[in-house]
């Protein structure tokens, strides 16, 4: 257990208008198993849309992390070109260094991340951001771990299997069900299970607490704080479905996600209850999705958000809007940039 309180950062990226990348990626993305893709479809899509949010990400991590111990950029051969690599905070990690060849190249993110724990000298206790997410108030000692825990909400909620992603999530409670007693769990940790930290969010729990088994665990897409440890621990309890999941280039609805170490995490116990809304997810198309990132941003609402553009149309224009915002919150350079 990590007491020293050294949290590391890590984030993937991808520069989806890289052409090297690009004509490296095609025939996996044209063949992947995703609802989005189709031979149709050109691998420039929303997925690989760049809006450039990542330099903001590091001016969020150095004005209100900036005590965090170092930051891992989870790459596949690709750099940003004003990334300051020689800055002691800052390492890129390549696909290369933490895949094992025989699965590379690799463009299914549920498996790049299940490999995250292989980064060289990577703390014990680190948070997961994507490069559309962002600091928005200051992260202190105890925000994301406590007594080298991970802080975290245990609510049940249903799972539905409509797509392959949720088909994901579900493979990854089965996964847990066969291995973790529910019953026993509550006996022994009943103020994890129903905590007041997780307020009107109980409920939810409530209507899940019949049942025998785990139903699935509610989720915020935003910045979650994990256990390197709890990463091998899940190798070792389900290394076939894992290294299955590798096999897979792009998606597939048999897969599981690194959602399933958060999981792992909550059934064994391992966490301090937390309050539910630390951070808060927005979808950019959404009608008046602008107005409010601005406003949290501005009173420092949250601990952080994330900013995802599946739903946008009008891309020109809500990229400046957001930048605008972006730039007028986190103006200055950080160290991390040249």
């Given amino acids: ?29 044209k063949k992947g198993l995703e609802n989005e893709a189709s031979e149709n479809k050109n691998v420039d899509d929303r997925r690989y849309r760049d809006w450039d949010i990542l330099k903001y990400s590091f001016r969020s991590i150095e004005k209100y992390f900036g005590w965090a111990h170092k930051v891992y950029l989870v790459t596949d051969e690709q750099q940003p070109k004003w990334l300051n690599t020689t800055y ?26 299940l490999n995250l724990y292989k980064i060289p000298n990577l703390a014990e206790n680190f948070v997961l951001m994507n490069d559309d997410m962002l600091f928005t108030s ?10 080298g825990l991970p802080k975290d909400f245990m609510v049940e909620n249903a799972l539905t299997a409509s797509i392959d992603f949720f088909k994901n999530l579900f493979n990854s409670m089965q996964l847990i069900n066969s291995t973790f007693n529910k019953r026993e769990f509550i006996k022994k940790n009943f103020s994890k299970y129903f905590s007041y930290h997780y307020g009107i ?130 103006p200055r350079k950080s160290r991390y940039e040249l």
């Fill in 138 to 147: 200051p992260i202190k000692k105890d925000t994301y771990f406590k007594n």
């Fill in 201 to 330: 969010d109980n409920f939810r729990t409530l209507l899940s607490f019949p049942y025998q088994y785990y139903t699935g665990f509610q989720s915020i897409h935003c910045v979650q704080p994990y256990l390197k440890s709890a990463f091998e621990k899940v190798w070792e309890l389900y290394p076939e479905r894992l290294q299955q999941t590798c096999t897979h280039k792009t998606r597939d609805e048999r897969d599981v996600t690194e959602w399933l170490v958060r999981y792992y995490q909550l059934a064994s116990g391992e966490f301090i209850p937390d309050k539910v809304h630390k951070g808060k997810y927005f979808n950019l198309g959404d009608k008046g999705a602008l107005d409010e990132i601005e406003d949290i941003l501005k009173k420092r609402k949250y601990y952080s958000i994330c900013l995802n553009d599946d739903n946008v149309t009008d891309f020109e224009s809500t990229l400046n809007r957001i930048t605008k915002i972006l730039q007028s919150v986190f």
């Fill in 88 to 113: 002691s905070k800052v390492e890129i990690i390549d696909h290369k260094q933490i895949i094992d060849q025989k699965y590379l190249p690799l463009f299914n993110s549920s498996a790049i991340l």
């Fill in 1 to 29: 257990m990590n007491k020293n309180n050294k949290v590391d950062i890590v984030i993937p990226w991808v520069d989806g208008y890289d052409k090297k990348w690009e004509k490296k990626a095609a025939p996996y993305i």
